[in-house]
């Protein structure tokens, strides 16, 4: 469906995407995490067509143009100048729209003569999105809007974002940090760190493969541990990657966690090696 093959982005002397390397099969949902600077919103940027990539190339499946890629970005800028209904005539102009889907806007009771730029932050992102359901798109992109928008509108996009998913059997790749209202959709995660892809898991196999140990001892040993965090009297050792052979190795709870306290473990270990490569 997606492939890309040593894609590198360079912004000035910076190289901010390095040799990407990843392959996504249509109708999977896959979230990009990583520290802030890591490359996630480059990368979906590149995925797009906005950036050209320096060196490598993207591929996709036959009969995915770009007129079938929707790409709804955290700076929710689009057509801001013009009326919602100008903005629809615009977009179905140009994406060759035959018969544009206004289901979701009917939820939010809007005046078709009212100003892109005036509406609410949640009421663009369902805008856009509306725009892009039209197009019956094979691709989504996403960059960081869940978290901007308030629980009843997210709840709505989310409802037709899965219809979307399973009606044209859509790829979606998601910037996110917090899954407390999409815990169970994505099929794999991707972590981030300078550029480069430091984690391509499912999410099933993520999930036994991470765990968390609270004690007040200090671990060592041969325990791979992530990211070691001190709360109070006791400590949380995060564990990647665990193997059931260390249940028996080492007599400790080991704790599954949620994709969000996963993420976190991943990027706090990120901030230690930071550290601790400036010698602090």
């Known amino acids: 469906m997606i492939k890309a093959k040593g894609v590198s982005v360079r912004f000035g002397r910076k190289w901010v995407l390095e040799d990407i390397d990843i392959q996504l099969e249509r109708g999977e949902f896959v979230v990009i995490a990583g520290n802030n600077g890591a490359g996630k919103s480059t990368l979906l940027r590149t995925l797009m067509g906005i950036i050209t990539p320096g060196k490598g190339e993207i591929t996709f499946e ?3 143009t770009k007129k079938k890629i929707g790409f709804i970005s955290d700076k929710y800028s689009l057509y801001e100048n013009f009326t919602i209904k100008q903005g629809i005539d615009f977009h179905s102009r140009v994406y060759g729209v035959k018969e544009f889907d206004d289901r979701l806007l009917r939820h939010l009771d809007l005046d078709e003569n009212q ?3 005036t509406l609410s932050v949640g009421e ?10 039209s197009q019956k798109p094979g691709i989504i992109l996403i960059d960081e809007i869940l978290h901007a928008i308030d629980p009843f509108l997210r709840d709505l996009f989310l409802e037709y974002l899965l219809e979307v998913i399973e009606r044209y059997n859509s790829t979606v790749i998601s910037v996110n940090h917090v899954f407390s209202e999409i815990e169970t959709i994505p099929n794999r995660l991707l972590i981030m760190e300078n550029g480069r892809f430091i ?3 499912t999410t099933e196999a993520l999930k036994e493969k991470v765990k968390k140990i609270e004690t007040r001892e200090e671990i060592g040993g041969e325990i791979p541990i992530l990211y070691k965090k001190e709360v109070l009297d006791y400590k949380e050792y995060y564990v990647y990657p665990f193997d059931e052979g260390m249940r028996k190795s080492y007599d400790y709870r080991y704790i599954d966690l949620n994709l969000t306290e996963i993420i976190k473990s991943f990027i706090g270990g ?3 090696k930071k550290r601790i490569s400036r010698g602090s």
């Open 62 to 64: 036959s009969g995915i």
């Open 115 to 117: 100003k892109i730029k």
């Open 124 to 133: 663009r992102v369902l805008f856009l999105f509306s725009l892009i359901m």
């Open 199 to 201: 984690l391509n898991e």
């Open 270 to 272: 990120y901030y230690v």
